[in-house]
Structures are given as structure tokens and as C-alpha cells.
């Protein structure tokens, strides 16, 4: 009987002894006492019952003793088995089928085992077998460690990771790192293992597990069994890039002398006045119709080799232990999705892994993951997946997103792996790529396909990756690679990004702003040859330009956001010589804005320390002269700016004299605002 309310309660049973007259007894916890069954229906049916109070309507209340569980006996063979314990195997057929007695045996000797297994002294008492194994010294200690190294691994992966303990797994890891660190053969062991035999353990400790210790930790683990077995598979993954580098050139060159059999032929469909035809902006050497859509609707590349020929070399290369984990991870990318609020430990495995080396880069590109990581970032934006309802990777709704970082670090690192379109023709290594010292490195890198550069420069990645404001180093590191010395690609980037943050969702917004002063900053600072024609992009006055755009719409923005650009232009032109000597050629287009914007600002900062005089200091300096300062001395000198004033801009640990200086002089203005006007 239950006694109580679904919330809280008490249990207690009657009972009588079979085949004796003693009627029935109440038994509740240490307490037995004689029970009459004529209460029966009162003391177990539940129901209601008179009250003497009126808190009830009519005078009732529910009953709180209820009949929980009731037991019965088959009359006609229940004095044959009462009083004595049976064993499974005795129990006679027709009384229970053998089949179920079975059944409930091993049940109930399986959770027995279970209960001890999760025992914490069998779980102390497994680790001290193997953390003595991993002290081992001797002949043997080899063959030791690596013994010790299964049995702690499947421990781990059986008992331990399912206590939810993450203080303690993260202890086994560290025990099960020292039995691995210096056997390169067990961590591939292992890595194989995971894929083949314990890939949906491998996934929910990695992607879907809610617990963010037990994610991270598990994180690291693998991270360190990649670069445990990164030497060995080092050598394969270069085989495997000059493999591929030859046989792509091998098809180049067949399908070069091709178009100059059809050009020579009249077959041919270019040519002409043209010359070669090669467009100096194109986005890449492959033309879109060279490729198909699957019945996904996702655009596929065409071979790149000779199929037969490139099955067997992956039979082969598949064997590395490295690859057989991250062909796994690239197979789940997809249904990561559903898990967008703990897969940021997945996209960190990534990256830690093209961190280890340039091959380990070069095979993501190979295998095209820049263009299925912006395909996947656009979601039901991807021109590749029309039709088809995605699972958004974030809820707008409750204003929350995921993680991203490393996502974005990882696509900004693969993009600066590959040669753009004019590297690649001219032969060299931009300056805004990852440095490879080794011609032949140079000559093997890939280069990005037109899909890929296709998606780099959609209008939707930008406004995304404004909006979002992921990593936004990486996101401008990543776009000074794809501007470089192209007039095409520069114009896009820079009008994506204007077009961004001025939209109806993030117009001015703080976040966007920043975003957008990393990002031209970087624009700015790409040493190409382009370089002057990208400041002029910048900063010209007609329609498309940065100043266009905010002097466009001065009324429309808030003083802080013209403050705040006013002062990204004067840190610019301090930093940047190019952006200097244009801004002081072309200053009478702009500097009547420039004095509206201080006019407007001059009252709320009436100190001779505070930041705004620096910068209206600096403004002067920078239009007083015949030329543009040289150095910061000029700077500071000129129409004598106290030099601790200055310091105040240099120095930020220099306590500031008015207590919006620090905001004002740091990056993260965010949550700074203007002092009231006077009068408010």
C-alpha cells in the first residue's frame, strides 16, 4: 500500500502467513500490528472520505492510502512450493516456462555485475592495476604497457565514460596517455578501433555527450593520439598529395591538348581575338558546367583521376589510422547538426589536426572540406542544397548560437593553404597564405576550386559571418587571402561586408562595426599589388566606399558609431602609410564630415586628458601639416600634446584621467555610451 501523493509518500504492506489461521498483520517498517480485512476497502481503495472541515467542497477529501501492488498464489499448487527458496532450474515447467526463468536469471546476474562492475572500489582498484603497469621496468615493460593499455582502454570505454564522473575520466585519460606516449602502434590500435568497432561511443563521447568536461576531455584525448601517430602517417599523406598533384596535372595537360586539337580543328567554342581566353578575374580554371547535381541537389566535382586507378591507391591509403578518424568525422559532418549546441569539441578536433602539419592541411583540401564547411555553414542558404530543409544550427528565436570558433579558424587556416587564381598562374606564394619555405611544397599546393570560391563570396556567408562575428581574426585573415591581387574579388568582399552591416538587421550594430574594422583593417593591409586600389576602394567618396556608405548615412547612425569610425580611420591612418598619404590627398572631399563629427562630440568631453582630445589632437596634427606625420614623435610634438596624454593612447595600463577613457581607448567600445548632452 501507498501512502501519499505522487510527489511524497510512505509503503507499508499486509499480509497473512499461508495455511495458518492468524489472520492478517500490518507491517510498516519496525512496527507489526494485527489488521482487521473488514477496513479492507477503506485502508487500500482510494476514493474520497468525510472531513470535519469545510476546506473541501461538501465536506470530502481524496484518501492518501492507495493499493500499490497486490500479490496472488494459484490456489490449487501453491501449498506444494510455500516456505521453501527454488532454484531456477528446480522451478517445475508448469508453473513458470523454463525459457522465461532463464530470461530473469541472466537479468538479474547481469545487473549484479553491473552494480559491482560501477563500484567505486573496482573502479580504484582498476586504475592502481594500471597506473602500476604504466611503472612497469623491466624486458617485459613494453609488452606490459601496451597489455595495460587495452584493458584500461576498453575500462574506459565500458565502465568509466558511463559514470558521468568527469574529474575521474579525466584521470584515466591521463593514465592512459602515459601507457600510450611512446607507442605509436597502440594509439593506432586505438584510433582503429574506435572507428570499427566503437564508432557510436566514439561519436556521443565527441559530439553528443551534454556533459562539457567528460566532451573536452575526450577532445584532448584524441587530439593527442592523432599527433602520437602523426610521424608514421606523415609520410603516407605525402605520398598520397604528390600521388594526387601528379595525376591532376597528367589530366591538365590531356585536356589542354584536347581544347588546342578543337581550336586547331574549328571545333573549338573560344579562342578568337580573346587570346587564350583566360579571364584575369575569373574564379577558377573549372567551368560550373563541368559539374553535376546528385540527387541531393549538392553540386559534385568531376573525377579528378581515372577511377579504377584511384580506388586502389585509397584501399591502401585508407589504412592510416589518422585518416580512417577523420573520414569517419567527415561522414557525420552533416548529422552534426542536430547536435549544434555541444559539437564545438568535433570542429576542434579538426582543427588541432590541420594544425599538426601541411600534409594533414593539404589532405582536407583534397578531400574538399573548405567548400562542405562553408556548404554547411550557408545551410538552406547553399545554391547546393535547393529544396532540401536543413536543421538550422541555431535558434534566433531564444537568441542562441553555437560555438564557432574553431569552425571558422579551421576553414580560415585550409583557404590559406591553397593558391588563388592569380597565385596559381603566376607561381608564387601570397603573402596572406601559410608560409612553405620548400619549392616543391609551392609547386604542389592546390588551388581552389571555382565552387568553393563561389561559396566563399556569397552575399549570405557574409551576412553571417557579420552577424555572428565568430573568430573574427581568422574571418579576416581569410578574406585578405581570397582579395589578393584581384580587382574582382576585392570589390565583392568590400561590398558583401558594407551591405552586412548596413542591412535592416544589423545596421550599425556594435558587433557588425567591429567586425567590419578587423576585417577592412585587414583589406588595408594586404601588400599585394592592389593594395592602393584597395584604399582607394575603401576610402573613396563615391558609391561603395566605406566613407560613402557613412557619410550616406550620417543621419541615420547613432554619434557613438560615427565616433567609433571616426576613430578606426585615424588609428588607420597611423598605422597604414597607403591609407595615410590617400585620406591626406583627398582630404577636402571629408574633412567638413570630420568637424561635424567632433563639433558634435566636443561638449561632452571637457578635459584636456580625455581620449576625444587626443583624437581631436590628432585630427589637427594630421590636417595642419603639409604632409602626413612620419612617426609617433610627430604625432605627440606637434602643436604641443602633453606627452602624458598621450600615453594614455600607447599605454592602456596608464590609469586613465577621465573615466571614459579606458572605453573610449580600447577595441571593445561595446558597452561604452555617450555622456548625455548638456541640459539632458
Known sequence: VHSGTADAGHYYSFIREEGKDSGWFRFDDISVAPFDAGDLDDETFGGDQATPYDSW????????????LLVYERADRADRYCGSYVRPDDMPAELVPRQELQRIWQDNMRAFQERQRFESSNVAFMLEVVSHAARFVGEDAAVVRRDAAVVASNFVMETVSRMGDSTGF????????????????????????????????????????????????????????????????AVMLYEYHEWVYDMTKRLEEEELRRLREELATGRGGGGGDGGDGADSESMGDDDDAEYVLDEDGLMRPPPEVPEGTLVSRDETFERAPSILLMNYLLGILESTRKDWTTFQEYFTVWLEFSEIGLWHRMYLVNRRVPFLLVEYYLGDFSPYRTGVNRVPIMDLQMDRRPELGAFIALLAQLVRSCHNDFSHRH???????????????LQMWPKLDAPT????????????????????????????HIVYNSELQSQRVLGYLLEAVFDEHNFGDKVAMECLEHVLAALLLAYDDLQEYRVRLVLNMDAGGYLAYLISRRDMLSRFTLLRAFRFLLEQIRSNDTVAAHLFETRSTYQSWFETILSQNERSYPHASDPFTILRHHYTVFFGGSMPPQSDEEWTDRDGLDSSSERLVNDPMTPPHHPLAESLLHSDMADWSLPPEAGD
Open 57 to 68: 467542497p461538501m465536506g470530502k477529501e481524496p484518501k492518501l492510502r492507495t493499493a500499490y
Open 170 to 233: 579525466a584521470k584515466w585519460l591521463v593514465v592512459l596517455q602515459g601507457l600510450l606516449e611512446r607507442d605509436p602502434q597502440a594509439c593506432a590500435w586505438l584510433l582503429e578501433r574506435l572507428v570499427r568497432v566503437h564508432r557510436g561511443w566514439l561519436r556521443y563521447m565527441l559530439v553528443e555527450c551534454k556533459t562539457v568536461p567528460l566532451r573536452q576531455a575526450f577532445g584532448r584525448f584524441l587530439v593527442f593520439l592523432l599527433r602520437c601517430v602523426a610521424p608514421q602517417d
Open 453 to 480: 570560391v563561389s561559396l566563399l563570396l556569397h552575399r549570405q556567408y557574409f551576412v553571417q559571418l557579420v552577424s555572428h562575428a565568430y573568430n573574427i581574426t581568422a574571418m579576416a585573415g581569410m578574406c585578405q
Open 427 to 441: 607561381f608564387e606564394v601570397p603573402l596572406t597564405a601559410i608560409q612553405a619555405d620548400d619549392s616543391r611544397i
